[in-house]
C-alpha cells in the first residue's frame, strides 16, 4: 500500500447470548498513514467488546407463539410469553357442550360446565310425575318432588299400576298393590295373602303362565321346600318352582317386610325375565 492511500477498515464481534447471537462492527476509510495507531485501537475494541458480559442484553426478535422455542430469548416460550396474549394459538377455546371434551381445560366437561348452563340440551326438564323417573334431576321421583305436591295423584294418594312407584305409600308397587287388581295389564289377586278371590277358590301363579296369579281351586298342602311335580301339589301362599320342583313361599319384591322364611330372601320373577310382578323366597 502506497503512503497516503485510503483503506476501509471493518471490525467485526460475534457474541452468543442465550439463543441469540449479537453482532458488534466498526468500519471506516483511514488515510494510510493512520494506519497503524487505528488499527491497534480497533483490536483493543474488538479484544473488549467480545469480553462483555451479555446477561443483560435483550433481543428485537418476535416470539413465534407455536413453534416451542423462545425466539426473542426472554425464558418463556409460546403461549407462556405475554408477547403471545393476543396470538389465535394462544386463546382458550369455547366449551363444545355436546362432544364429552373438556374443550376450554376447565376440566369440566359438556352440561357440568357452566359455559353450557343455556345450552339446550342441559337444561333439565321438568318432572313428570308418574313415571317413576327423576325427570329434573334433583334426586326426587314423582309424587316425593315437590315439584308434584300439587298434582291430584299425588294429593290423594292413588296408586298408579304402572309407574314402578308406590304411588299410596302403603310399601305396594304397581301390580302387586290390590287397588290394581284387574286394572290394565295387572293380576286379578294376590297370592300372598290369598285375597281378591271367591270364596271356593284360592289365589295362585300359574307356573305355565309367566307366574301370573289366578282364582283357582287348590288343595295342595306343600310348603317350603316340599318336592311338588305342579302347583296343585303346593299349599295356598307357595307356588311350585319349576326350575327345582319344590313349593317356594310367595312374596312382595319390593316390600319392606317379605316374611320370608329364615335364611332366604325375596327374589322377583323379574329377575328370570318372567312377566310377573311376584317373587319366590330361597337362597
Not at 291430584?152 to 304402572?162: F, K
Not at 307356573?207 to 295356598?236: A, H, I, K, R
Request: contains cysteine; proline residues 5%; glycine residues 6%.
Amino acid at each position: 500500500m502506497k503512503t497516503g492511500e485510503s483503506k476501509l477498515i471493518v471490525y467485526s464481534c460475534f457474541i452468543e447470548s442465550g439463543t441469540q447471537t449479537y453482532i458488534f462492527s466498526l468500519s471506516t476509510f483511514l488515510p494510510g498513514f493512520l494506519m497503524k495507531p487505528v488499527l491497534s485501537i480497533f483490536m483493543l475494541f474488538q479484544f473488549l467488546s467480545c469480553s462483555f458480559d451479555t446477561s443483560g442484553l435483550s433481543s428485537s426478535f418476535v416470539e413465534i407463539c407455536d413453534n416451542e422455542i423462545d425466539d426473542n430469548g426472554n425464558g418463556l416460550v409460546d403461549c407462556d410469553d405475554p408477547d403471545c396474549e393476543q396470538s389465535s394459538s394462544c386463546q382458550t377455546p369455547d366449551e363444545i357442550c355436546d362432544n364429552e371434551i373438556d374443550d376450554d381445560g376447565d376440566e369440566l366437561i359438556d352440561c357440568d360446565d357452566p359455559d353450557c348452563d343455556q345450552f339446550a340440551p342441559c337444561q333439565f326438564p321438568d318432572e313428570i310425575c308418574d313415571n317413576g323417573l327423576d325427570d329434573d334431576d334433583d334426586t326426587y321421583t314423582d309424587c316425593k318432588d315437590q315439584d308434584c305436591f300439587q298434582k291430584e295423584h299425588c294429593l290423594t294418594g292413588e296408586e298408579i299400576c304402572n309407574n314402578n312407584y308406590d304411588d299410596d305409600q302403603d310399601e305396594l308397587v304397581d301390580c302387586v298393590d290390590p287397588d290394581c287388581f284387574g286394572v290394565e295389564s295387572c293380576d286379578n289377586c294376590d297370592p300372598v295373602n290369598d285375597s281378591g278371590c271367591p270364596d271356593d277358590k284360592s289365589c295362585v301363579l300359574q307356573p305355565d303362565q309367566q307366574y301370573q296369579s289366578s282364582c283357582l281351586s287348590t288343595g295342595g298342602l306343600g310348603e317350603q321346600g316340599d318336592y311338588c311335580f305342579d302347583q296343585s301339589n303346593c299349599s295356598v301362599g307357595f307356588t311350585c318352582w319349576d326350575q327345582s320342583n319344590i313349593c317356594l313361599k310367595i312374596c312382595y319384591p319390593v316390600h319392606i317386610n317379605n316374611d320370608c322364611p329364615p335364611l332366604t330372601s325375596c327374589h322377583s320373577f323379574s329377575d328370570w325375565s318372567l312377566d310377573s310382578p311376584w317373587g319366590i323366597c330361597f337362597q
